[in-house]
């Protein structure tokens, strides 16, 4: 059971360039997420997805764009990185509302550097 | 802003002590959870506490809320030199339940 699966688990840019970084649960989920995580503190939320078909903006959505695939994949899309967007990325997955107290799966996380 | 804050920020005890961690956050919720993470890994869920709820427990576990005061708190007992991560709360929204915000997280260190 692999459960949240993300690439890469590492990626250096330099600043301008663009990158996909994917996500895929098979868990059945119906929600996922993708956080960024800088060093020595919380994860902030980027975008969220609670169905297929639908994303909404988190807490620091500048300079990203998403994409629910289908039900498993949920992607994350720097266009132009920048030196700010350095940071651990995690996505994450849950059964959402259709099922009570779902906590969140996490992948093990994508590092990445923009210089 | 960020929907949970935590304190304190570092916490560093002797094995065999109990550590204690507190939430609060700002808008009302369905539900709070606390995670764990070892070493920049992928988080791990611990516990997870309705807001009709006061207390639940897991193990070692002690979670209460009080919705009143927007505050939670984790109570790790007995604590081992294992327990050592960094400890993170998590809300929803009432009104949006997938929309799930992190609160910046107590670094604990339990001392062998």
């Known amino acids: 059971n692999a459960g949240v699966t993300q690439t890469p688990k590492f990626q250096v840019l330099k600043t301008g360039q663009s990158m996909t970084l994917q996500c895929a649960q098979d868990m059945n989920h119906n929600s996922m997420y993708w956080y960024r995580q800088d060093p020595g503190m919380g994860l902030r939320l980027i975008y969220y997805?609670?169905?297929?078909?639908?994303?909404d903006k988190g807490e620091v959505p500048n300079g990203y764009n998403v994409s629910r695939l289908n039900k498993r994949e949920f992607s994350l899309r720097l266009e132009s990185a920048a030196p700010s967007q350095t940071s651990v990325y995690f996505c994450a997955s849950s059964g959402g509302r259709a099922v009570i107290d779902s906590p969140l799966h996490f992948g093990n996380g994508t590092r990445l550097t923009v210089t | 802003s960020q929907q949970g804050e935590e304190d304190p920020q570092a916490l560093s005890i002797q094995e065999g002590e109990n550590a204690t961690m507190n939430c609060s956050y700002k808008?009302?919720?369905?539900?709070l959870q606390w995670y764990r993470q070892n070493s920049g890994r992928g988080l791990v869920h611990l516990i997870l506490?309705?807001?009709?709820?006061r207390e639940k427990h897991s193990g070692r576990l002690r979670v209460t809320l009080d919705t009143s005061k927007k505050s939670s708190s984790l109570l790790i007992t007995a604590s081992r030199a294992a327990d050592t991560a960094s400890y993170f709360c998590a809300t929803d929204e009432e009104t949006s339940y997938d929309k799930v915000i992190f609160g910046p997280g107590t670094s604990l260190s339990v001392i062998p």
């Open positions: 997805s609670a169905s297929e078909g639908t994303t």
């Open positions: 506490i309705r807001s009709n709820e």
């Open positions: 808008t009302s919720i369905n539900n």
